[in-house]
C-alpha cells in the first residue's frame, strides 16, 4: 500500500523542500489549498500549515477530518498559540502533534516516526497475539505485513490506509462478532456518531475488494442487529485476539 501525505498549505517552497525530503523515505506528497478538498480521497496522514491555512472554525470539521483520517495529523506553526488552544488539538480533537518553529528536518523525522507508529501498531498487535511470521494466508487472501500489501491470489488488491486497517483488525478478531462502536474505538480511535456512520461505507467497499462475490459475501458477512463477523476456513492461519 503506497504511503501518501497531505500537505494542507499554500507555501510552494515548504511543498516543494518537504516532497523531495519525504520521496527519500518512499512517501509522495500531494499538496492542496483547500482543507477538506481531497478527505475522499484516503491518505496515510495529514500535515497542516497553520501559517498560510487556519483551521476550521466549525469544530465539525476538524471531527470530520479526524474521522476521515487513520494516519497522523500534525500541525505546523511559527506562531505561539495559547496553550489551552494547543491542549484541544490533543484533547478534543485527537491531533498527533503540534510543531512549533521547527526545521524542515525535524517535520520530516516527525512525520515519518509517525507514520510509522500508524502503519505498525496492527502488526505489533498481531506479533503479541503469537503470529510472528510476516505473510498471512487468510482464504484466498495473502497479506504481507512488512510490505503492507494484500494479495487476492496473484492480484495485488489497491487497499486504501483505512480499508487496510479494518482488514487486519477484522483478521485479528476473526470469527467473533463485533460492534460498530468496537470497530470505530480500534480503527478510528474513536466513536463519535459521525465516525459510526461512516464504518458501513468502508466496510462495503473493503467487501467489494476481497469477496469473491460481495452481494454474497463468504469472509466479511453482517449480522444484522449486531455488527459485523469475519470468518474463513483456513483455520491454520487464523490469528487468536481478544476484545
Same mark, same amino acid.
Given at each position: 500500500?503506497?504511503? =501518501? ?7 510552494? /517552497? @515548504? ?13 509522495? &506528497? ?8 481531497? #478527505?475522499?480521497?484516503?491518505?496515510? +496522514? ?5 501559517? !498560510? ?7 465539525? =470539521?476538524?471531527?470530520? #477530518? ?9 500541525? @505546523? %506553526? /511559527?506562531?505561539?498559540?495559547?496553550? %489551552? *488552544? ?8 485527537? @491531533? %498527533? ?13 516527525? &512525520? ?16 503479541? /497475539? ?15 505485513? %512488512? ?28 470469527? *467473533?462478532?463485533?460492534?460498530? *462502536? ?9 466513536? !463519535? ?7 458501513? *461505507?468502508?466496510?462495503?467497499? #473493503? ?10 459475501? /463468504?469472509?466479511?458477512? !453482517?449480522?444484522? +442487529?449486531? +455488527? ?7 483455520? +491454520? ?7
Amino acid at each position: 500500500m503506497p504511503l =501518501e501525505i497531505l500537505l494542507i498549505s499554500q507555501n510552494l /517552497q @515548504l511543498a516543494s523542500q518537504l516532497e523531495k525530503l519525504l520521496d527519500s523515505f518512499n512517501i509522495t &506528497t500531494r499538496v492542496s489549498f483547500d482543507p477538506l478538498d481531497h #478527505l475522499l480521497q484516503q491518505v496515510s +496522514g495529514v500535515v497542516w500549515d497553520l501559517n !498560510t491555512t487556519s483551521l476550521p472554525t466549525n469544530s465539525s =470539521e476538524l471531527q470530520i #477530518l479526524r474521522n476521515q483520517i487513520t494516519g497522523p495529523i500534525l500541525l @505546523l %506553526d /511559527q506562531n505561539t498559540e495559547p496553550i %489551552d *488552544t494547543i491542549c484541544s488539538y490533543f484533547l478534543n480533537y485527537h @491531533l %498527533d502533534d503540534y510543531i512549533q518553529s521547527s526545521s524542515l528536518k525535524e517535520i520530516v523525522a516527525r &512525520t515519518v516516526q509517525k507514520i510509522w507508529v500508524y502503519q505498525n501498531k496492527d502488526r505489533l498487535q498481531i506479533n503479541q /497475539q503469537g503470529q510472528t511470521n510476516p505473510n498471512l494466508k487468510v482464504g484466498h487472501l495473502k497479506i504481507n505485513l %512488512d510490505k503492507i500489501q494484500v494479495n487476492s491470489g496473484n492480484v495485488r488488491l489497491n487497499l486504501s490506509p483505512i480499508e487496510y486497517k479494518l482488514l487486519l483488525f477484522f483478521v485479528s478478531h476473526s470469527n *467473533t462478532v463485533l460492534s460498530r *462502536t468496537q470497530i470505530a474505538s480500534a480503527v478510528w480511535g474513536n466513536t !463519535t456518531g459521525a465516525t459510526l456512520r461512516i464504518i458501513d *461505507t468502508h466496510i462495503s467497499n #473493503l467487501r467489494k475488494k476481497i469477496e469473491t462475490e460481495p452481494k454474497n459475501p /463468504q469472509m466479511l458477512k !453482517t449480522i444484522r +442487529g449486531f +455488527g459485523y463477523l469475519f470468518k474463513y476456513e483456513n483455520q +491454520g492461519a487464523k490469528i487468536s485476539g481478544k476484545n
